[in-house]
């Protein structure tokens, strides 16, 4: 059925194979005409607060590039306590009306933290506009989890321009050529038979997704949970080794009896060579147990690259999967829905 061009068109109406395939193009965008005003400062501590695909610059930002103050991500309507004058507080919002989003920005700014926006618009940038407060608007997309690449590109633009990382902004375009020619072998044209997304997500179809990595990928882990949310409409959770050796290793062990889950394991060599080890020892005492899982090795030689390459497959994984499900991948209509009845 992947390899049925008119059938993947019917059902990916709103090309979101197309914008999986753009997505290497974010990473060249630039935000260094947004605002130019930045102060000479020093922060003691970084808060990125943001819900969902708004969220995810803010987590890959934990592992790369890695920050020389405290970095906290805040998913919440509240923010830590300890926020004051000499906290860079980043506001993430994509359509610029997330409500603890919002919260959070009136919380903050009521602690005179130095703010500045991520955002498409909405009230978070009328606000911003109001409090004269810098923003970085955001490219059009037709969904927040398919603008990761814009988000964490306008995050590092942010960090360099403020002094607190050096020219991280340029270090991401220069892994554009990287992303496009890595991608290339995921596209709707290449066939199920040399397509290594298409080949995941045969594996995926019907069953309860769960996705593994070490810390230093874990941000990728939970984007492919959110990607197989949002695009396949299909449940899936994440984890992380060695975390997971702690609890939920055991829980794979008896019940249920029956596992309808597909386990992927993203396993990178850049991590602890400790974490690396635990995969083995990990699918050797759960072999029988629980099913073997689909082993993902990423591509690249730094962290940056492994991460983008293995966000990227995961998109284009759960797209496939969305069309087995004989789904449209874009459209989130039961968020949409919920947003309405909370509101």
Known sequence: MLDDLKLIHERDSQDAL????KEPEQLVY???????DWPTKQFKNIVFSGMGGSALAGSIALSWPGFSVPFEQVRDYHIPSYVSEETLFIASSYSGNTEETLSAYIE??????YIVVISNGGKLVEMARQDNIPVLLLP???????AVFYGLKATLTITDSLGITTSKADELSNCHQFLVDASASWLSTVPTTQNLAKQIAQECVGKSI???SGPKLFSSAYKWKISFNENAK????CNQLPEFNHNEFLGWTKQPTNKPYT???IRSNLENPRTQKRFIVTAKLLSGLRPDSVVVEPV??????????????GDFVSIYTALLNGLNPTPVDMIEKFKHELA
Do not use: C, H, M
């Open 18 to 21: 197309g914008v999986a395939q």
């Open 234 to 237: 299909q449940i899936a959770w």
């Open 300 to 313: 690249g030689q730094t962290l940056i690259e492994q991460l983008l390459w293995s966000i990227s497959l």
């Open 30 to 36: 630039s935000f260094s005409d947004d605002y130019t």
């Open 210 to 212: 769960v996705i593994y």
């Open 108 to 113: 903050a700014k009521s602690k005179n933290a």
């Open 140 to 146: 059009v997309a037709s969904q927040p989890r398919y």
């Open 263 to 265: 386990v992927i394991d």
